[in-house]
């Protein structure tokens, strides 16, 4: 397992059909990559959580359509293997890391996963999770 700090970008806006492919489309217009996304919707609104390959420009993109913020977060790179998950995370409880959040992405086994968390202490979670 590799891991590395990292920024997110926290995006708030209206809920209403089309606005992810609104968002989506002029990313991909700026030349902007999506490493990971989480997106969730309570009441009326839209949350979204991203990572992007130029996280400036995502901010640059997404200022004038709803609220944004940047937040630390810990980015891990580990094999797409059964039980990965459960080394990560045991690795944190032994080390009495307590998490806020939690998001991945994967492409097929065998190759890489990417996990995104923010924790209790990210700099001691750096530590314990990097091997």
């Known amino acids: 397992m590799k891991a590395v700090k990292g920024k997110e970008i926290v995006f708030t806006a209206d809920n209403k059909v089309g606005e992810l492919e609104k968002i989506a489309r002029t990313l991909k217009e700026e030349g902007v990559n999506i490493r990971a996304i989480s997106a969730w919707v309570f009441e009326d609104k839209a949350y979204f959580r991203l990572i992007g390959s130029d996280n400036e420009k995502v901010q640059k993109v997404l200022e004038n359509l709803g609220s944004l913020e940047e937040k630390d977060v810990i980015i891990v790179d580990m094999p797409d293997e059964v039980g990965q998950l459960f080394l990560l995370v045991s690795v944190l409880k ?38």
Not at 110 to 119: C, E, L, N, R
């Open 94 to 131: 032994d080390n009495g890391i307590n998490l806020n959040y939690m998001y991945g992405t994967t492409s097929e086994s065998g190759k890489s996963a990417i996990i995104v968390f923010s924790s209790s202490n990210d700099n001691k979670a750096l530590e314990v999770v990097t091997v």
